[in-house]
């Protein structure tokens, strides 16, 4: 056997093994600062390595700090949730490692890619009309958005650049990334409004946001991007994506749908209601990498004027003309190379079916929902926001500082990890689930010392 084919055998077992066995672990290393580059040599080697050296050194010295995402106790943040078929689509991209920069330079990249999410469009239960194309994630996904909300309102900022008249809306609870995208595309935050939302759903006001906007035009701004959000990331809110629309339809603004987490869930029929309003936008980020089983990086961006995003983007040098009439992709978005992130979703798609999707989707829409049910009924505990999603959000009656005692506790047992968040100026505990790994015993353990801890 050759070195590549024995490295390659030790990785399919090393991957076979991982998954049966992450639980075993800690969720979150104990490894201090500094104590992984502290190990490693200062810098890289003149001669060649064996890959058997390599690979010691991988279990030796980086597994012991990492953080098992794929952990069933892995309940922090939104879960990025791998696959069996998503990992040998992986590995089989890296080989093939072909670059789908134009249709030419690999057409199944450019035909897959339209093929699949048009697929997932379907799952979703959306109707015709819709571009997709894939982006690293939804931060970048929805920088594309507003860069092409830039273009269809101000054309000219393309060559003249922006005069701090355009105007961005996005709820109080939207995430980071819209703000982040905001000064990355030179529109300044000080444009970015943060519209005011129901203080128990965490949800735009539609009439707020109309305030707002008829604010801007009397003084002589351009409301130029809507970003409305199907699950927050605090709370998992949903903004009232219908009445957003009909407001920027009746104004001429983009509309932007960050589903980032929440649109996974519409692939169950009796979620579709999620999307309810998004045929009235103009663009919609999912990311296939949060709940779809799809290892990570996969963000799946959908558009309804592909010609608005080739008048943003496209700039073709002469080393990459064609004379075909078909798609390049690298003319939709920032990048030029392009991996080949559609064979990890088709594999998954296929390999899975909606079916088992959907299943797996209700069981943990269940589980959460038991968890709710435990900690509504328990006095100690105040569930404190609506459970929309794969989310419970809660805090202890005893307090601000208990409850962040408490997070920490559980997170010190290294069998869970937790996280929390402020909102409306109090911290919350934040407990989502969405691994592959997670059941319904790890929820009812996690309740157990949840409930000796408080
Ligand atoms: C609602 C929402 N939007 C955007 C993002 C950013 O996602 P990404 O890491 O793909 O940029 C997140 C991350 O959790 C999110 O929850």
Known sequence: MSEFEQSLSWASQFSVDYLKEVGKQRVVPQVKPGEISASLPASAPEESEPMSAILADFERLILPGITHWQHPGFLNFFSCSTSEPGIVA???????????????????????????????????????????????????????????????????????????????????????????????????????????TDPVTLAMKPEALKIAIEKDRAAGLRPCCIVATVGTTSTTAIDPVAEIGNIARAENIWLHVDAAYGGALAVAEEFRWLMDGVEAADSLVVNPHKWLFVPFDCSAFFCKQPEVLRQAFSLVPSYLQTNDETVNLMDYGIPLGRKFRALKLWFVMRNFGRQRIVSILRDHMKWIAWLADKLCNDQRFEVTHPVTMGLVCYRLRAGDAATLSLVDRINASGRFFIGTAQVQGRPIIRTALGNLSVCRETIEQFWQLLNAEA
């Open 90 to 196: 992986e590995m089989l991209s890296a080989t093939l490692n072909a670059n789908g920069m134009l249709w030419k330079t690999s057409p199944a990249i450019t035909e897959l890619e339209q093929t699949t999410l048009d697929w997932l469009r379907q799952w979703m239960g959306l109707g015709h009309g819709w571009f997709g194309m894939f982006h690293d994630t939804a931060s970048t996904a929805t920088l594309h958005a507003m860069i092409a909300a830039r273009q269809r309102i101000a054309p000219e900022a393309r060559a003249e650049g922006l005069r701090g008249d355009l105007v961005i809306y996005a709820s109080e609870w939207a995430h980071s990334s819209i703000e982040k995208d905001v000064f990355v595309a030179g529109f300044g935050t000080n444009q970015l409004r943060k519209i005011e």
